[in-house]
């Protein structure tokens, strides 16, 4: 069995992106972050998820982005909005540079596994207008990691696999309970409480909500 490293939030999303993996036939390498979010709810799912669904390892990697703040999610100064996502503006919820360090830490113990594997549950059709989840970013960081990486070099390049990126939120829940994926089990909420019920009513939860309502599917969603 070839290897992965799965980036894996404890959301909706990676959850998907786990359970696509595994039926890929791939062993599971799971790499969470405390990177100073609001809350740890989250990683408590992604520890109940990499377990559930057989994962080899699953690690935990604490880094500091609350150090630089410039985001609702690490910066409690900022109050997370919840008036609905709007097409024309980066909301004050996305993270500076998240999703290239994440990466950038992912590709490392990808090479020390000697895996040529990583998913991530990058969406660009059904989210907030990250700019660190358009397929032109994720196809820029391939071509990186294949220059910058021993294992590159040497002619094993890395695939960063995408699985969901062109997705509506609803095709994800379907192809997420096709695999037998427990949403119940997950936490989306930007602003979660220790229990890791949701709020309901910011950009992930509506997005979240709509999608179970458009795939017809229940929503697990536990809301305090």
Not at 178 to 203: E, F, K
Request: charged residues 20%.
């Amino acid at each position: 069995m070839k290897k992965a490293v799965i980036l894996l939030s404890g959301g909706l999303d990676s959850a998907t992106c786990l359970a696509i993996a595994k039926s890929k036939g791939f062993e599971l390498y799971c790499m969470s972050f405390d990177y100073g979010q609001r809350h740890n709810a989250e990683l408590e799912a992604a520890a109940r998820l990499a377990k559930s669904m057989g994962a080899v390892e699953h690690r935990i990697v604490n880094i500091d982005l609350a150090a630089f703040g410039g985001s609702a999610l690490t910066d409690k100064r900022i109050a997370v909005p919840t008036g609905g996502v709007k097409d024309d503006a980066i909301p004050v919820t996305y993270v500076p540079a998240r999703n290239t360090i994440l990466l950038s830490y992912a590709l490392a113990w990808a090479e020390v596994l000697g895996a040529s594997d990583i998913f991530i549950g990058v969406n660009s059709v059904d989210y907030s207008g990250y700019p660190d989840c358009r397929p032109e970013f994720i196809s820029s960081f391939q071509v990186m990691a294949r220059l910058a990486t021993r294992a590159g070099v040497e002619g094993a390049p890395m695939h960063i696999h995408t699985p969901l990126i062109f997705l509506t939120k609803a095709q994800i829940i379907e192809r997420g309970v096709a695999l037998g994926v427990d949403y119940g089990m997950t936490v989306s909420c930007y602003q979660a409480d220790d229990q890791g019920r949701a709020c309901g009513v910011c950009d992930s939860c509506r997005l979240r909500k709509s999608g179970f309502e458009a795939a017809g599917v229940p929503d697990p969603t536990h809301y305090r």
